[in-house]
């Protein structure tokens, strides 16, 4: 009985120690699952775009507009791409033109995303987004 007094706090400190992990752990999760998410759609989107400007190889425009907006036209008063992005953010290039392995190059660079976790907080860029597909003519 003697002892008791003194462990009065361990309890209360123990518990705040596996709160502390418990919160890091689950804000790291969301943050993988976050970047996973931005970069998967990314991805698609220039995947798209690759697939739209093979079809339409003049219409580097409509390629760029269907990553930024998910359509092939801009809207009407300018907007914000998705996740922030910019048309500076876009590249569409043609590349080995008029050859057997003529294609077009979507690249997205540049794209940030918000970081949340407790060691890493702030604000992260990600790796460039490379797409390419064959001009069908």
């Known amino acids: 009985m003697q002892h008791r007094p003194r462990q009065r706090g361990q309890g209360a400190i123990e518990g705040i120690l596996v709160l502390v992990v418990l ?54 008063p300018p907007a914000p791409g998705f996740w922030g992005m910019d048309a500076s953010m876009v590249t569409v290039a043609r590349v080995n033109q008029n050859t057997n392995e003529d294609a077009v190059v979507v690249t997205i660079s540049g794209f940030r995303f918000q970081v949340f976790s407790l060691w890493i907080s702030g604000s992260a860029r990600g790796k460039p987004i490379v797409a390419s597909a064959p001009v069908e003519i």
């Open 23 to 76: 919160i890091a752990t689950v804000l790291a999760i969301l943050d993988f699952g976050q970047v996973i998410f931005v970069h998967q759609t990314l991805s698609e989107r220039a995947r798209a775009a690759a697939r739209y400007a093979g079809i339409h190889p003049l219409d580097a425009e409509g390629a760029r507009n269907l990553v930024l907006y998910g359509t092939t036209v801009a809207p009407a």
